[in-house]
């Protein structure tokens, strides 16, 4: 009779489980009108309108993008979520800042501000601007408002954007979103 025998777990793979169980179960599933998604490498979890599609989490990167399904030719709302490593020292308005610097160096972006804001008893980091890109010879403007958050090993970056002029009508879909957002703290 053949006996099944498997290795020991690491510990940094029981580690690993640890904080994927940690974050799906803190995700707030409350409101059927949003899909989870979870990214268990990087420990996070967006919740995204279900009218909205999630793309591929694109490892090398170390993001993914969710879009807004609307007709064939229109600027759409957008959420990426990028993950990057810790900068020892650097909280949430460091982080904020220093967005903001390097965004006012480049000539596409405007009215960059750098603020932060509390979510669920926590810091945030807050980056708004204007992005104006060329497409089919015409000058397009998106509006991005970005999330900042600093967890236990990663920061997690939640760029929000909307055409200028339909923004304001996403605003708050956005600040739901960012206030669902489950990282490992």
């Not at 006996?3 to 940094?12: E, I, K, L, N």
């Not at 409350?30 to 268990?40: F, I, K, L, P």
């Not at 600027?75 to 949430?92: F, I, R």
Request: aromatic share 10%.
């Amino acid at each position: 009779m053949a006996r099944y025998t498997s290795r020991p777990a690491s510990r940094s793979e029981l580690e690993a489980n640890l904080n994927r169980a940690t974050v799906v179960g803190s995700v707030d599933r409350s409101d059927a009108s949003m899909e989870t998604y979870v990214q268990g490498e990087t420990f996070f979890a967006v919740r995204y309108p279900r009218t909205w599609r999630a793309g591929a989490w694109n490892a090398a990167d170390r993001r993914v993008e969710f879009t807004a399904d609307c007709p064939a030719g229109q600027a759409c709302p957008t959420l990426q979520v990028s993950v990057y490593d810790l900068a020892e020292g650097k909280g949430p308005q460091q982080y904020a800042e220093d967005l903001a610097h390097s965004l006012d160096l480049q000539p596409v972006y405007r009215e960059v501000r750098a603020t932060t804001t509390t979510i669920d008893s926590v810091t945030a980091g807050v980056v708004e601007h204007l992005f104006d890109q060329t497409v089919k010879g015409e000058i397009e403007t998106a509006r991005h408002i970005e999330y900042i958050f600093v967890g236990r090993i990663h920061r997690f970056h939640l760029d929000f954007s909307a055409p200028a002029d339909r923004f304001d009508a996403h605003q708050g879909l956005f600040a739901a979103m960012a206030e669902l957002f489950t990282y490992l703290r």
